[in-house]
């Protein structure tokens, strides 16, 4: 690239060095803390907003997500470090900064004998309702060769797409839950996970018929369900993002286990299994990976 970047008419300039981009000192420590672990390095130099924006901004993400500063038990961010954050935030994003990211030298390999074999077909979401806003997030195949899709848009659904036929299904949540991730298992049930108010969904296609279970039935624990997988005998595993910890959910006898990384805070997303049914699982904020044995009931990190 020539430095420049032009986004829907926008100039965006790649930058070398990431301390050129996010300069030292307390307040990026604040932002990579509680900012970056969410938004990596992208989405903030991207912005040119001025200090009642960037407080506006910093009060709604606190409502929003439960737990900003990984920091701390309680994840919330003390009075000075917002102060820190603001300070940065304007200082050095304001109207008059540029939009900036992190040059990479590196190119993407490409296999162009493959590529130029490939067929790409977008297929556009529709929108429900006069405020329908759809937001497509993962997508997994089913055993038919249908695409499901968690929508976290509005309304909020699980969405069906056929490829042949191009045919969109919506099954909307009954409450705002903010689907994320999507799985299906041998039976064909279709489960994910939900970041708002702590649960996880199933859904029988054949009926329509939608089932929502709380990640933690006792109610003492908040947090954040993530990305379910399916291991070899059809139980459900999601990651908790906000909480630490790793669910299972034993379909034969409904019962739904809790399982916490040895390190604190570490944000499991994402997750996936191997030959063995050892489930593997990303740490956000720790920079590391994580094996659970379910039969050990133990961690490896």
Request: hydrophobic letters at 30%; proline letters at 8%; one cysteine or more.
């Amino acid at each position: 690239y020539p430095g420049r970047l032009t986004v829907v008419d926008e100039e965006v300039e790649f930058v070398r060095g990431y301390d050129t981009v996010y300069p030292p000192g307390p307040g990026r420590q604040v932002l990579e803390r509680v900012c970056m672990s969410c938004h990596g390095t992208t989405f903030i130099s991207m912005k040119q907003w001025d200090r009642a924006t960037w407080s506006a901004a910093i009060d709604t993400m606190s409502k929003r997500v439960d737990g900003m500063d990984t920091s701390v038990p309680n994840g919330k961010m003390s009075p000075k470090d917002r102060q820190l954050l603001l300070d940065y935030l304007a200082d050095n994003f304001g109207p008059n900064s540029k939009k900036r990211v992190l040059a990479i030298d590196a190119d993407m390999p490409l296999d162009e004998a493959a590529l130029g074999k490939a067929m790409y077909i977008e297929y556009e979401m529709p929108a429900v309702g006069a405020n329908g806003r759809p937001i497509g997030q993962n997508s997994y195949f089913d055993n038919s060769g249908n695409v499901w899709t968690a929508d976290r848009g509005t309304p909020n659904a699980i969405v069906k797409l056929d490829p042949r036929t191009a045919k969109f299904e919506h099954y909307p949540l009954p409450e705002r839950g903010i689907p994320h991730g999507i799985t299906v298992d041998s039976k064909g049930m279709v489960w994910w996970g939900e970041t708002v108010g702590f649960k996880f969904g199933r859904l029988d296609p054949k009926t329509g018929k939608m089932d929502r279970y709380p990640i933690d039935p006792s109610g003492h624990l908040k947090g954040r369900g993530h990305d379910p997988i399916v291991d070899y005998d059809d139980n459900i595993w999601l990651t908790v993002i906000r909480g630490n910890k790793l669910a299972k959910f034993d379909q034969k006898t409904g019962k739904i286990s809790l399982y916490e990384p040895p390190s604190p805070n570490s944000l499991p997303y994402g997750a996936d299994k191997d030959k063995n049914g050892n489930i593997w699982i990303s740490q956000f904020t720790q920079c590391r990976m994580a094996k659970f044995d379910p039969k050990e009931e133990t961690f490896t990190e």
